[in-house]
């Protein structure tokens, strides 16, 4: 792409909803891909923008920078999926969700294919239903993605490990998944027995202590201890799936 100055291969300015698919990103002595907003109005941004199917190589200084100049603007929602390369530097304001390609099969204990079984995915970071797959006759899903990390203005969180479960009314089994070390993966198998599907919800109580986000699932009276944050942008913090909970923040922030 260059072999001098402050240049890259793909620079994105104030620009969203683009997608770029497939090819190979080589050689520049800056950047690779270079997405940036300056200013204080909506179109200063650079939101929403996908890169897949692409292998960054040969990039001397940064292969993919997220760039804010520090005022107003912002870089959010920018995802890549299935793109390889070495280094990344998000500034603050900006956001990098990195995905992975993910397909499964699921069989009984007799070895038979299952149809129509639901295949979900768990992250461990909160529990939280990150993907949702079905098999066909053949006990295949079709392909799906699945986040490997969120890097929110310098900041990573990983969601390994995954879990991911198969299930239908009569039968249940999984099996777990890190997707860091694997990357994309096409043949996960999950066998299943008998046995009944549970949903891992991350609590945000023990006993009838509030100390972090998650499900408040049971009626009661709950009581916050200390100032909890959700550190995943866009997700929910409280959630509340029962009638007649009480929580009483006693003061503290959500």
């Not at 190979?24 to 890169?51: E, P, Q, R």
């Not at 993919?64 to 929602?77: Q, R």
């Not at 204990?109 to 939280?128: E, I, K, Q, T």
Request: glycine share 8%.
């Amino acid at each position: 792409c260059s072999t001098g100055g402050l240049y890259s291969c793909i620079y994105v300015d104030e620009s969203d909803y683009n997608i770029f698919d497939g090819g190979f990103i080589n050689k520049s002595s800056k950047y690779g891909v270079w997405i940036v907003s300056s200013g204080s109005s909506s179109t200063s941004n650079t939101d929403h923008n996908i890169f897949m199917n692409i292998n960054i190589t040969n990039i001397t200084n940064t292969s993919v920078f997220l760039d804010d100049d520090g005022s107003n603007s912002e870089n959010l929602n920018n995802t890549f999926i299935n793109v390889s390369y070495n280094n990344q530097t998000v500034d603050s304001r900006s956001e990098l969700i990195r995905k992975w390609y993910h397909q499964a099969y699921v069989n009984d204990s007799n070895g038979n294919p299952l149809n129509n079984a639901n295949v979900v995915f768990y992250d461990n970071y909160s529990s939280n239903l990150r993907g949702n797959l079905t098999t066909n006759s053949s006990g295949w899903t079709n392909i799906g993605e699945i986040i490997e990390y969120i890097k929110i203005s310098g900041n990573t969180i990983y969601y390994n490990n995954y879990s991911i479960f198969a299930y239908n009314s009569t039968h249940v089994g999984n099996v777990s998944f890190n997707v860091s070390l694997e990357k994309n993966k096409f043949n996960t198998s999950i066998t299943v027995s008998e046995g009944n599907f549970t949903d891992p919800v991350q609590l945000a109580y023990v006993n009838t202590t509030v100390y972090r986000c998650g499900q408040i699932n049971t009626p009661g009276v709950y009581t916050m201890n200390q100032s909890i944050n959700q550190s995943i942008f866009g997700e929910d913090c409280i959630v509340v799936s029962s009638s007649d909970a009480t929580l009483n923040c006693q003061g503290y922030n959500i």
